[in-house]
């Protein structure tokens, strides 16, 4: 098995840089998610859409070490795609996307990911992460501050984890107002729009499409 690399890089803005790999992270997107029964809404990835990535900051890209790394052709096997969000005065990151092809998990790829997003890359502001997956809750427990809250909105349950808060071990605020600014920003990414449904409303949705169209 070729080795794993990680590759990561700024990029400020609305929407993805013109030399992203699009189709090989929607291969890996729709791979993790259905493994789950779920999946990405394809308005995800169009330009214009109300569904379209904002204010991306940066994205990490796991990929097999087969020369270059944005080289068509280029296996990715997983990606973390992150953006820079604000409530008040108030700056964090935000994973937007998280995921690792089903062959490939549970062998240390997601942890390294999640250790990248929330300690190596802009390590002084702290990071927010939602789930509506149970499994994936559990996951992102191991490493999140101090598990999750979940929070009811319209379109369902999600899971809203922290990394850089408190501190794992003794519950303690990592800077002033940590608790009240971590219950601010978690109903706040919780009431984004939903890119993510069970596949089955896919399908629906995709039915509704190709008899508009």
């Known amino acids: 098995m070729p080795k794993i690399h ?3 890089r700024h990029h400020n803005g609305n929407g993805f840089p013109t030399d992203f790999p699009i189709g090989e992270l929607e ?6 998610f259905s493994s789950a029964g ?7 990835f169009v330009k214009g859409s109300s569904y379209y990535l904002q204010k991306l900051s940066f994205f990490v890209l796991p990929f097999y070490n087969w020369g270059n790394q944005f ?13 820079d969000e604000k409530v008040g005065d108030f700056e964090f990151k ?3 996307k998280f995921a690792v092809v089903p062959e490939r998990q549970q062998n240390g790829i997601g942890k390294h990911m999640i250790h990248i997003v929330t300690g190596s890359i802009n390590p002084d502001k702290p990071t927010i992460l939602r789930t509506s997956n149970k499994e994936s809750d559990k996951f992102y427990s191991r490493y999140s501050d101090s598990g999750s809250i ?6 369902g349950i999600f899971f809203i984890h922290c990394f ?10 990592l800077f002033e107002g940590a608790k009240e600014k971590f219950y601010q920003a978690a109903y706040y990414v919780a009431q984004k729009p939903r ?3 069970p596949l089955e409303n896919l399908k629906i949705l995709q039915s509704i499409d190709r008899n508009l169209y």
């Open 164 to 173: 850089g808060f408190f501190n794992k071990e003794t519950g303690e605020e």
């Open 27 to 32: 291969r890996v997107l729709q791979e993790s």
């Open 195 to 197: 890119t993510t449904l």
């Open 38 to 44: 779920m999946g990405v809404r394809g308005e995800y």
């Open 6 to 8: 990680y590759a990561y």
């Open 71 to 83: 080289k068509r052709g280029k296996k990715l096997v997983a990606g973390a795609i992150v953006t």
């Open 150 to 155: 979940p929070i009811s909105t319209k379109s």
């Open 94 to 96: 935000y994973i937007d």
